[in-house]
């Protein structure tokens, strides 16, 4: 059973932008790279197979934060003829190589422009696009688990609970320490020690949503922020990490290892006005509550 841990904030939800979504091998346009204003944490968005929404409100598939941008500015839907663009009839408009435009197919090259942002579209097999991607991940990604940096997480959740108090809508986190990891290096070494971060990270990247940010915080310790979730949705997702980790041994180099996690979770709700770092610290309370109950639990 969770320990119970008294946090400042009430049950929450997250929304976080979707930026990455399937690959195509389509010769048709199949990403944009954002060109201005500079922001790392958009980056390279690739287009999926369906309907892909732009604009203000925090549903969007890709969200800009600019008053000069509708709540529903414009889509990208992949048709017979290629790309296409559709403005959803927006205050200010959409606009192909500096020409506002009702619709129209874009091709690799073309400049698009919603408000102030401003965004280069690339093809498929575009050798820049395959460039920046690689830079992207570089730049975003920890090199040796595969899960956000902490650079990415400071400035993704700075940027939720901003979207939080605009909209008025909740926000939940999660920070995830593997247990008795020091233990596991000093006795197996530190190459067994990367092999177990490798594997803790995999799966639960792959028990992830889309919209929700996983990012390595440091050493053994993660973060997770959840989209559109309560505080029970998100202990409920926290149980299921746990158990993910917990319920099937490591296979390592040395062997077989059981591993546990210990998990913190603390929402907001956005009228509350807390800033990211009140999160995490209320979330690192409640995480320490799990482990001083014993670990292998969820405290919240």
């Keep these: 059973m969770s320990p119970a841990c008294t946090a400042p904030f009430e049950p929450t939800i997250n929304t976080a932008m979707a930026n990455v979504v399937a690959q195509t091998r389509s010769t ?26 732009i604009g203000r409100d925090s549903h969007s598939d890709l969200w800009l934060d600019d008053p000069s941008i509708s709540r529903q500015q414009a889509s990208l839907e992949r048709t017979e003829k290629g790309v296409q663009l559709t403005d959803h009839v927006s205050t200010n408009g959409s606009y192909v190589n500096d020409h ?55 400035d993704a959740l700075e940027r939720e609970v901003n979207r939080a108090r605009r909209h ?36 639960l990247l792959a028990h992830s949503r889309q919209d ?25 997702a926290a149980e299921s990490f746990r158990q993910i980790i917990a319920n099937t041994p490591f296979a390592t180099a040395a062997g077989s290892l059981p591993i546990t996690v210990s998990i913190g979770v ?27 109950a014993g670990r292998n639990r969820v405290g919240f």
């Design 28 to 53: 048709m346009a199949a990403s944009l790279v954002n060109i201005y204003p500079p922001n790392t944490n958009v980056g390279l968005i690739q287009l999926p197979a369906k309907r892909f929404i």
């Design 100 to 154: 506002r435009v009702t619709t129209a197919i874009i091709s690799a090259g073309d400049q698009l422009r919603f408000g102030n942002h401003i965004f280069k579209v690339l093809g498929a097999n575009d050798i820049e696009a395959q460039f920046l991607e690689t830079v992207y991940t570089r730049m975003v990604r920890d090199g040796l688990t595969g899960a956000y940096n902490k650079r990415y997480l400071v």
């Design 266 to 292: 603390a929402s907001m709700q956005g009228n509350e006005l807390p800033s990211s770092h009140d999160l995490i610290a209320a979330a690192d309370k409640c995480l320490y509550a799990a482990k001083r």
């Design 212 to 236: 929700d940010i996983f990012a390595r915080y440091g050493g053994e310790e993660f973060i997770a922020v959840f989209a559109e979730t309560t505080l029970d949705q998100a202990r409920t």
């Design 168 to 203: 008025n809508r909740p926000l939940s986190i999660a920070i995830l320490d593997i247990d008795h990891f020091k233990a596991v290096n000093d006795t197996f070494g530190h190459l067994i020690g990367d092999e177990v971060l490798k594997e803790f990270s995999r799966r």
